[in-house]
Every structure is written in structure tokens, then in C-alpha cells.
């Protein structure tokens, strides 16, 4: 079953896009694992559905896929604009549990995203370690974002050169998301989640991937030597491949594979 729609959001002061995917051979009585499918950049809660074979590998798990619109926020409560981060963790949870039979127990509950929306699942994640017990982070941008920022706020020029052409659009977002000044607050900073989470009781498995010819490549090769010096289970994995959705595609069903293992 697939559903295209919109839902209204009190956390976002609007209505806006969602889908929602469950598998065509799921029975009997037992609540649904759900998976909260994150999108990137350049995406809405389409992507996922028109892009990939989701709905075709669905089939073999018993799981409500939920594919939330988020603009180009980076999963940020915005300085100048929407609070995506309390929607896709407070508000569009609730509305699920309301509205579909899903486990509420965080083992069956995962979040996976690309590009953009990798970052966006391992912010979810490592936040709320207590609510995902598993994130799929394809190809994630942005893993070291304090960086990013400190280059921005220093002199935007080399960046905005070298950042192709949707550059200026990307600053623009960036000043709507974090302020003109480019504050850095280690709640945005991935590996500073990492830190916290890891002194905690609870964390998330995480699987992560990206393309060998992927242009964030080393940036994943970087977190995943990171993450390997830390005590979680993760799983990094590459082979050929660019930032597209052949390899969104392929990462997505491992992904799932993993979570399912």
C-alpha cells in the first residue's frame, strides 16, 4: 500500500508533504516496525518511492515506511523558518502511533536518510538514542559541520566558488537554518553526539555507506575511522559508485538487510 498526502503540523504551522509505504504481504496482528526514510538536498518525500525499488523490496519486511517532507533543513529547528527537527522527532512520531499499528519499542523503530537526509538520520538518532534503535546513514553530507561553518563564517568566497551551482542557493539555506553568523552548537555536530551517546545506557546500531567515487567519500572514511575508536555497533561499507540513486538504491537494501540481522 502506498499513500501520498499531507499531513498538518503544529510544530511547522502548515500542512505538508508526507508519504507513507507498508508492505502488500504483511498479516496478522502484530504492530509494524516503522521506518522513518529520510530525503536529501535536492529531494521532498518523493524520492524515495519514485527513485528506488522501495516498493518492490518492501515486500519482504513487515514495516511501515514514512517518508516526511522537510525542504532543505538539514533536520534543523531553523533559525529563519520551520522547526523540522521537532517534527520529525516529536510531532510525526505521535501522528504514527496514532494513525498506524506500529511497535512502539525502539528496537522496531529505525531512521535511514541520504545525503542530506544521512545527516538528518544520524542526528535523529544519536539525539534520541532512547526512541531509534537503528540508523541507515547513505552517503551523508556534512559529518563534520563545525568545519563547514567556521569556513563560511570566515570567508564564504572559496566555498561558494568551488560548491557548483546551486552554491549561492546552499548559502542562503545555510544563513536560514543557522543565522547569518553561522553559529556552531555541538547539538548539529555529529561526532559531538557520538561523544554524548556513548557515556549513555542506550545506542543506536548504525549502518553506514558510501560510493568509492562518491565527492563525500572521505569525509564517510574519516566518521567511519571515528566511530570504529568508539563502542558501538557500526557497519561501514563501500564499493563503486557516485551520490546518486543507484547507489541510494543498493545502500538502501543492505541497509535494511543490516537492521534486520
Known amino acids: 500500500?502506498?499513500?501520498?498526502?499531507?499531513?498538518?503540523?503544529?510544530?511547522?504551522?502548515?500542512?505538508?508533504?508526507?508519504?507513507?509505504?507498508?508492505?502488500?504481504?504483511f498479516k496478522g496482528n502484530d504492530p509494524y516496525r516503522i521506518v522513518y526514510l529520510l530525503h536529501g538536498l535536492h529531494g521532498d518525500q518523493n524520492s524515495w518511492l519514485d527513485k528506488t525499488m522501495l516498493p518492490v523490496f518492501a515486500n519482504d519486511y513487515n514495516a511501515v515506511f514514512v517518508m516526511p517532507?522537510?525542504?532543505?533543513?538539514?533536520?534543523?529547528?531553523?533559525?529563519?523558518?520551520?522547526?523540522?527537527?521537532?517534527y520529525v522527532t516529536e510531532e510525526l512520531p505521535e501522528i504514527c502511533r496514532k494513525v498506524f499499528n506500529i511497535s512502539g519499542r525502539r528496537e522496531d523503530t529505525a531512521v535511514m536518510g541520504c545525503s542530506m537526509g544521512g545527516y538528518g538520520a544520524l542526528k535523529c538518532a544519536l539525539s534520541k538514542p532512547e526512541q531509534y534503535g537503528f540508523c541507515g546513514a547513505i552517503s551523508s553530507a556534512c559529518l563534520y559541520i563545525r568545519e563547514g561553518l567556521d569556513g563560511l563564517r570566515k570567508d564564504p568566497a572559496p566555498w561558494l566558488k568551488q560548491g557548483g551551482s546551486d552554491a549561492?542557493?546552499?548559502y542562503r539555506d545555510f544563513i536560514a537554518?543557522?543565522?547569518?553568523?553561522?553559529p556552531w552548537?555541538?547539538?548539529?555536530?555529529?561526532?559531538?553526539?557520538?561523544k554524548k551517546v556513548q557515556a549513555g545506557k542506550v545506542k543506536p546500531k548504525i549502518y553506514a555507506a558510501c560510493g568509492t567515487e562518491d565527492s563525500l567519500c572521505a569525509d564517510n572514511r574519516r566518521f567511519k575511522a571515528d566511530?570504529?575508536?568508539?563502542s558501538f555497533d557500526f557497519?561501514?561499507?563501500?564499493?563503486?559508485?557516485?551520490?546518486?540513486?543507484h547507489f541510494f538504491n543498493d545502500a538502501l537494501k543492505k541497509a535494511m538487510k543490516a537492521w534486520y540481522a
Open 227 to 230: 566511530m570504529e575508536k568508539r
Open 168 to 170: 549561492e542557493a546552499i
Open 177 to 182: 537554518i543557522f543565522g547569518e553568523d553561522f
Open 185 to 194: 552548537k555541538p547539538e548539529i555536530e555529529i561526532m559531538e553526539l557520538v
Open 1 to 25: 500500500m502506498i499513500l501520498r498526502g499531507e499531513v498538518s503540523s503544529d510544530a511547522l504551522g502548515m500542512h505538508t508533504g508526507i508519504n507513507v509505504l507498508t508492505s502488500d504481504n
Open 235 to 245: 557497519t561501514y561499507e563501500e564499493w563503486p559508485g557516485i551520490h546518486d540513486w
Open 69 to 86: 517532507a522537510v525542504g532543505r533543513s538539514f533536520y534543523t529547528d531553523m533559525k529563519y523558518g520551520q522547526k523540522y527537527f521537532t
